[in-house]
């Protein structure tokens, strides 16, 4: 699987230990994230990433900041994504199981390592169910569609500051 990787200072030091496994279980990884601890602006590098998503260049993507809340806001204003910010095992599975979700979203402040690796693990692992949850992907596709929301895939991506 391709997966695109980003993050912002809050989330450089996580971000190494889980590209390492993934790199290790065999999937494509290209990171898209800062390279330290320096204070970055998270936005940048959440677009590189959803907007690898979005235009079909890779099959994921994750997301890291301290928290994931920032990540997780920004991911979500891209047509087509479905980002999820996850906290445990069981909300990364539910999150692919029932709402396909594209993007997950990650705290690299407030999660232990090996939490992370397991939420990315199950995140990886776990398939869209389809079925009844057709009907509330078909919702939020309408209406991005409807009210014009999401930016699109191709907008500009401004340089990093």
């Not at 970055?40 to 907007?51: D, E, F, I, K, S």
């Not at 980002?83 to 396909?100: E, F, G, P, Q, V």
């Amino acid at each position: 699987m391709k997966i695109f990787i980003g993050n912002d200072h809050g989330g450089y030091a996580a971000k190494r230990e889980i590209a390492r496994f993934l790199q290790e279980a065999g999937h494509d990884v290209r990171d898209v994230g800062c390279d330290s601890e320096a204070v970055v602006r998270y936005p940048h590098y959440a677009r590189r990433v959803t907007g690898a998503v979005a235009r079909g260049e890779c099959d994921r993507g994750i997301l890291l900041c301290s928290t994931g809340i920032g990540m997780s806001i920004i991911a979500n204003k891209v047509r087509g994504v479905r980002a999820a910010l996850c906290t445990s095992t069981y909300m990364a599975k539910m999150t692919r199981r029932h709402n396909d979700s594209n993007v997950l979203c990650l705290g690299g402040k407030i999660t232990g390592i090996f939490e992370l690796l397991d939420i990315v693990g199950a995140w990886l692992e776990n398939s869209y169910e389809g079925g009844r949850h057709d009907i509330s992907l078909g919702l939020i596709r309408d209406w991005e569609t409807e009210v014009g929301l999401g930016v699109p895939a191709d907008a500009e991506i401004p340089a990093s500051q």
